[in-house]
């Protein structure tokens, strides 16, 4: 149509500093060492998207550069903090993380497969539910509250004993019912302003609004580490303050809706790497 | 410019019928035209085009130029561009048909990520403000009557120079 060309070329005449430093071809290698899948095909149960692109593409080049090694990434403070605490007995039953788990590379490709379903439980677990259920049930210590630091921190140990691996989470079998609910929400337009996640993270992405360039709004980077919080950031946190941004009331932060969610967005990232904890402005 | 304006409300006709925008009511009566304009102004005031930019600018009002970009506003920072620039609106689109996109853009566009800016209700989990606590419907509308008409009024100003 020759109104979209025109208003195309408008907007290409509208460069601005956020679309300068996203650039296309630059590689998300960890250390010198984990090589990071940051594009490549949409997994197959995606329609809307015909290549998936990690948040990382998206960011300034300063922004991205935190990312390359664990000396300038903020956030390995926090995953510090959290190998402490793996060793750290807590509870009634005087046993830490390492008394069953031994080191936390033990748990090396969980965070690609999560979140999943738990026999057990009969329901879809994140990482924060497997981490409480140990605490409670096996050390009879106090429940991490879902965003707590403590949370925060041991969700980023996790995932960075993961990283470079290729997110592959299930959405067939027992938890299809989660997937197809976190799947209605995802384009559900909410609050007063009408938006769905996918109204910005799908058709609109790599767009400015206002001052922030928009990305897919994938989740293998988190827990992220937000510059402008200057502290580890879930993803039920972020999925809040997305709902919040359309005038709406979010879900509350560990509810079976925003788990839901989580599962439903984590597998439209299947392919790209575990790149958690990310960092981002 | 004209002929563009054609093609567009051809193709809006081909998608009513798809997509059916959806149901609210407004803050006060309002009769929409075939395409998606309001031909009456919604107060007896004539807009202020200069409030209008202000309303434009000013993230807690219109918050427009978050989506769109705006030559004429060019001394507010972060222009965005998930909408169509607007320089030389005012010769696409009639008045009637400015209003309409203000009072409810997805009567013109069903589907767009453009806000209502004059809608009570129908919304799903709608807060109050940014808040995250809930609110009851009707809700004050984004933008009030006299807002949209300073709005339509700057809107109107912009014409491509010749």
């Not at chain 1, 996203?22 to 095909?41: F, R, Y």
């Not at chain 1, 190998?83 to 009634?92: C, F």
């Not at chain 1, 995932?159 to 470079?164: E, N």
């Not at chain 2, 009639?94 to 800016?117: F, H, S």
Request: contains cysteine; negative net charge; hydrophobic residues 35%.
């Amino acid at each position: 149509m020759k109104f979209n060309t025109m208003t195309a070329a408008a907007a290409l005449a509208l460069v601005t500093p956020a679309m300068l430093a996203a650039n296309p071809d630059a590689k998300l290698v960890v250390n010198g060492q984990i090589e990071m899948t940051t594009e490549t095909e949409a997994p197959e149960h995606l329609d809307g998207l015909r290549t998936i692109r990690s948040g990382w593409t998206f960011r300034t080049e300063e922004t991205q550069s935190l990312q390359m090694d664990d000396f300038d990434n903020p956030a390995m403070i926090y995953v510090d903090e959290a190998r402490d605490a793996w060793y750290a007995k807590d509870g009634a039953a005087d046993q830490s993380c390492a008394s069953c788990h031994e080191d936390p590379e033990s748990l090396e490709g969980l965070r690609a497969e999560l979140p999943k379903w738990n026999e057990e439980a009969g329901k879809v677990y994140t990482a924060e539910m497997y981490v409480n259920e140990c605490r409670t049930e096996r050390m009879e210590a106090e429940p991490w509250g879902w965003d707590s630091q403590e949370m925060k921190n041991m969700t980023a140990l996790i995932s960075s004993v993961s990283r470079g691996m290729t997110v592959d989470v299930q959405i067939d079998g027992p938890v299809r019912e989660t997937w197809e609910r976190g799947k209605e929400i995802y384009y559900t337009r909410y609050g007063q302003l009408e938006l769905a996640c996918a109204t910005c993270h799908e058709e609109n992405y790599d767009m400015n609004i206002r001052a922030d360039h928009l990305s897919q709004g994938h989740i293998n980077g988190f827990p992220t580490y937000r510059l402008k919080q200057a502290n580890l950031v879930s993803m039920h946190n972020r999925f809040n303050g997305c709902i919040r941004d359309t005038r709406g009331v979010p879900y509350e932060i560990g509810s079976e809706d925003f788990v839901a969610l989580e599962l439903y967005v984590a597998s439209r990232g299947n392919g790209l790497s575990v790149e958690g904890p990310a960092v981002r402005n | 410019m004209k002929q563009t304006a054609t093609i567009l409300a051809s193709c809006v006709i081909a998608l009513a019928g798809a997509a059916q925008a959806d149901e609210g009511a407004y803050a006060q009566e309002i009769s929409f035209g075939e395409y998606g304009g309001v031909a009456e102004p919604l107060t007896d005031t004539p807009g202020d085009p200069e409030r209008g930019a202000e309303i434009m600018v000013t993230k807690s009002e219109g918050n427009c130029i978050s989506c769109h970009m705006v030559s004429a506003l060019d001394f507010a920072p972060f222009h965005g561009e998930v909408g169509p620039p607007l320089d030389g609106v005012a010769d696409r689109w009639d008045e009637a048909q400015l209003r309409g996109l203000l009072v409810d853009a997805k009567q013109t566009y069903p589907g767009t990520i453009m806000p209502a800016y004059f809608k009570t209700s129908g919304y799903v989990r709608p807060g109050q403000a940014f808040t995250k606590k809930p609110a009851e419907e009707p809700l004050p509308p984004l933008l009030s009557a006299q807002d949209i008409e300073d709005v339509v009024a700057f809107l109107s100003t912009l014409h491509w120079e010749d």
